[in-house]
């Protein structure tokens, strides 16, 4: 069964097609109140044995409702969180009012902010020397952007030793209000052990790489104001404060830099995207 149809029907049951990552590798299909994950076994086995550890934590996230095989595929079925996320319930703020409602940014920082204190349940002193390059794709970006692959490395490598005073933790790896409910997070697929702080950033500045024409694939559906952004730091910097760490705050501009990283890589499928990425990429780190 290719892992593209437009629906799946199991035991039953109905699922229609959202989304196929990035990499082709796994496609999310939506039933009534839950969704199916499915792709090769090695994916969907190891994409479960981190949400798994993720749920035993005590992380914001879905339940795992059933697992299985079907004509060679793995899956497995969790539960829905919800009817809409955050992406889209700040764009209908958006249409409505020109900004993000402050009843949805309150509930935003709240599962946020649970989200990040859970999630510092998972830390761990040391961190794999390969863990965050390879979460993150720095090796691909380094490919892709081959006259640059030394500039990149270096940037890399300055961000990394100021970073370096955070635990690492059980990340998310594409952290963002698209994958955020009132209720918690979805889309574990990216999930690796990267440095406290990387999500809670990723989270507020994951916008800044789309662009506002609709001229392209994807664009921005809202933007965060000002006091928005204050606002939700000065939250994080507390969670973190009365967990004995720095404040993240202050590390602003290198998990900006890691997640610009993770923001350029495999975008060849939406190329008018991918070079608006590589141009704003370019302009920020590499001139």
Same mark, same amino acid.
């Given at each position: ?10 035991? &039953?049951?109905?699922?229609?097609? +959202?989304?196929?990552?990035? $990499? /082709? %590798? !796994?496609? =999310? ?119 640059? &692959?030394?500039?990149?490395?270096? +940037?890399?490598?300055?961000? $990394? /030793? %100021? !970073?370096? =005073? ?122």
């Amino acid at each position: 069964m290719p892992i593209s149809e437009q629906s799946i029907k199991l035991q &039953g049951k109905e699922f229609i097609l +959202v989304t196929t990552q990035r $990499t /082709e %590798k !796994i496609s =999310v299909y939506k039933g009534y109140n839950e969704f199916l994950r499915i792709g090769d076994r090695e994916n969907i086995e190891n994409n479960l044995h981190q949400h798994k550890q993720m749920l035993g934590y005590g992380l914001p996230i879905s339940e795992i409702k059933e697992e299985g095989t079907i004509d060679n595929k793995a899956y497995y079925i969790e539960s829905s969180l919800g009817e809409k996320h955050f992406g889209q319930l700040f764009s209908e703020d958006m249409k409505k009012a020109g900004r993000i409602s402050n009843e949805h940014f309150a509930q935003f920082i709240e599962i946020s902010r649970k989200f990040g204190e859970s999630q510092l349940n998972t830390k761990i002193d040391r961190i794999s020397l390969n863990s965050f390059p390879l979460g993150i794709h720095l090796d691909v970006v380094k490919f892709e952007l081959e006259e640059y &692959g030394d500039k990149i490395q270096e +940037v890399f490598d300055r961000a $990394t /030793e %100021k !970073i370096e =005073v955070f635990p690492a933790v059980m990340t998310h790896g594409d952290f963002n209000p698209h994958n955020l409910y009132p209720k918690g997070a979805i889309d574990l697929e990216s999930a690796f052990m990267g440095f406290a702080g990387y999500d809670l950033i990723t989270n507020i500045v994951h916008i800044g790489y789309f662009p506002d024409s609709t001229d392209y694939e994807f664009y921005k559906g809202y933007n965060f104001a000002d006091e928005q952004k204050t606002q939700y730091l000065l939250e994080m910097d507390d969670l973190y404060i009365k967990n004995g760490l720095p404040r993240i705050s202050e590390y602003l501009k290198e998990f900006e830099f890691f997640r610009a990283i993770w923001s350029v890589a495999n975008m060849s499928r939406w190329p008018k995207l991918q070079q608006f990425r590589y141009d704003l990429f370019k302009r920020n780190y590499l001139t």
